[in-house]
C-alpha cells in the first residue's frame, strides 16, 4: 500500500482540487494522510468532511508547526510499505501513483520519480502516457544532479514514491524551513536504484504564500544557510572528489544569493550576513586551494569576495528583475 501525505496549512482555495485529483487515481491500493497544520481558514472543515465520505482519508491535527513537523506527523502514521507527498496546493494526474509504482516495481527500484511542471492554472496538462520510457540511475549519480544549480525537482520531496524503510531514522528538521535541502539527499543517497519517467504527472501550482514566493524572512535565512553547511558535511563524507567540488560551487552560489537577499530585506541582521561572508570566503579558499574551478566560476566568486557591494545592488537587482519577467 502506498501512504499519500498531504501537509495541510490554510489550504482551503486549493486542497479539494488536490484530493480529487488522488481520489480519481487509477491506481487503488493507497492511504491518504493528512495533516492539518493548526490551519486557520476552512481547511480543516474540508478535510472532515472528505474524511467521512471515503475510508481511505486520515486526518490528523496538530498545532502549527510548518511542513517538516507536518510530514515527520504523516510519516509517523503512515501504514504503508511505500510513502508519497504531495503538497495541499499542488494537484497529480489520475496515473501518477500507477506509473511510480509500476515503474518501482518493473526495474527493482528505491525511488520512482517523474517530471512536474509549474501552473497558475487549475487545467492540468494533457499529458501522452504513451511516453513512459523510464530510465535508472543509481544513488551517486542523483547526488551529482542534487547538486546542479536549478535542482528543484530532484530536491522536492514530492514528485517521487519512496520505500518506506528509507525513511528509518530520517527526519525532517522541525522549526526550520527548507526543510527538503536538509533531508532529501539523504534519503535519495540509500537508494540503491532510482527509477525516472520523464512525463510531468504532478503540477507544483505557484502560489504567493508558499516559502519560495512568500515574503523573505529570518527562518528562510537561517534554514536555507544551515541546510547548505550541512550538505558541505554529508558530500565531504561520500568522499568522491568530484562530487564534494560539485556540491561546494553549489554552496557558494546559494551562499551569494542569500547574502544579497538578507543583505537588501533583512533589517537588524548584519551581523550574521557578515558571518555568511566569512563562510563563503573560508569555502572559496578551500575549493581553490583543493581543486580547479572553470574560469567564470572563479571570476564570479573571486568577484563577490571582494566587490559584494555591487553584487548585491546591482547584479543581484538585475538577476531579480529577468526571474520576475521569466
Keep these: 500500500m502506498i501512504s499519500v501525505i498531504i501537509p495541510v496549512y490554510n489550504a482551503e482555495q486549493y486542497i479539494k482540487r488536490c484530493l480529487n485529483s488522488v481520489l480519481n487515481q487509477t491506481f487503488n491500493d493507497y492511504e491518504i494522510i493528512m495533516v492539518n497544520d493548526g490551519s486557520t481558514d476552512g481547511s480543516l472543515e474540508i478535510m472532515n468532511n472528505y474524511e467521512s465520505q471515503n475510508n481511505k482519508l486520515k486526518v490528523i491535527t496538530q498545532k502549527n508547526l510548518k511542513a517538516a513537523a507536518a510530514r515527520n506527523t504523516g510519516l509517523k502514521y503512515a501504514s504503508g510499505d511505500y510513502i508519497a507527498f504531495i503538497d495541499a496546493d499542488d494537484y497529480v494526474h489520475n496515473d501518477y501513483l500507477r506509473i511510480l509504482y509500476e515503474n518501482m516495481v518493473h526495474f527493482k527500484a528505491d525511488v520512482s520519480t517523474c517530471g512536474f511542471y509549474k501552473s497558475s492554472n487549475a487545467t492540468f496538462r494533457i499529458t501522452d502516457i504513451s511516453k513512459n520510457i523510464p530510465y535508472t540511475r543509481t544513488n551517486i549519480d542523483v547526488m551529482y544532479e542534487c547538486c546542479d544549480i536549478n535542482k ?149 566568486f573571486k568577484g563577490f569576495q571582494l566587490f559584494s557591494f555591487f553584487f548585491v545592488h546591482c547584479l543581484y537587482k538585475v538577476y531579480e528583475f529577468l526571474n520576475k519577467l521569466s
Design 152 to 300: 528543484t525537482a530532484i530536491t522536492s520531496p514530492c514528485c517521487k514514491l519512496y520505500k518506506r524503510e528509507l525513511f528509518d531514522n530520517i527526519w525532517y528538521p522541525e522549526g526550520r524551513t527548507y526543510e527538503d535541502l536538509a533531508t532529501t539527499h539523504k534519503i535519495l543517497y540509500r537508494a540503491q536504484c532510482i527509477v525516472t519517467t520523464p512525463l510531468e504527472l504532478y503540477c507544483y501550482f505557484n502560489t504567493p504564500e508558499s516559502v519560495v514566493h512568500g515574503k523573505y524572512s529570518y527562518l528562510n535565512f537561517y534554514s536555507e544557510n544551515l541546510a547548505q553547511d550541512e550538505r558541505l558535511i554529508f558530500f565531504e563524507n561520500i568522499g568522491i572528489d568530484e562530487l564534494i567540488k560539485k556540491n561546494m560551487i553549489a554552496v557558494e552560489r546559494n551562499r551569494i544569493t542569500n547574502y544579497c537577499r538578507g543583505t537588501l530585506y533583512l533589517s537588524g541582521y548584519e551581523t550574521e550576513c557578515k558571518l555568511l561572508k566569512k563562510k563563503y570566503n573560508i569555502t572559496f579558499e578551500n575549493l581553490t586551494a583543493r581543486y580547479r574551478i572553470k574560469l567564470i566560476d572563479y571570476i564570479i
